[in-house]
Nanobody, 115 residues
Framework: QVQLVESGGGLVQTGGSVRLSCAAS????????MGWYRQGSGKQRDLVAC???????NYADSVKGRFTISRDNAKNTVYLQMSSLKPEDTAVYYC?????????WGQGTQVTVSS
């Protein structure tokens, strides 16, 4: 069974940067799109960035130009470089396949942006 483990979150100031990492257990990582999702307090979990197996990328309008998703297939790892952070970016960030996620989610990693 595929396991996805997120790390790298923390408390940062408005305008700061952080890089999130997601380690995947299975070899199918290399043939599926991978995405980062986020869920703010009291909100639904939404896709914010997706990278295909061919490394094409798509971003939600709210993060376009500020976040960069990348993947290292040799390490079964996907990254989210987050820059110019805003308080509205505060959320728990999760990785999963995209555009259709698996039903099972990891613990996520909390990103809190202070104003």
């Amino acid at each position: 069974q595929v396991q996805l483990v997120e790390s790298g979150g923390g408390l940062v100031q408005t305008g700061g940067s952080v890089r999130l990492s997601c380690a995947a257990s299975g070899s199918i990582f290399n043939i599926h799109g991978m995405g980062w999702y986020r869920q703010g307090s009291g909100k639904q979990r939404d896709l914010v960035a997706c990278i295909t197996s061919g490394s094409s990328t798509n971003y939600a309008d709210s993060v376009k130009g500020r976040f960069t998703i990348s993947r290292d297939n040799a390490k079964n790892t996907v990254y989210l470089q987050m820059s110019s952070l805003k308080p509205e970016d505060t959320a728990v960030y999760y990785c999963n396949f995209c555009p259709f996620a698996l039903g099972s989610w990891g613990q996520g990693t909390q990103v809190t942006v202070s104003s």
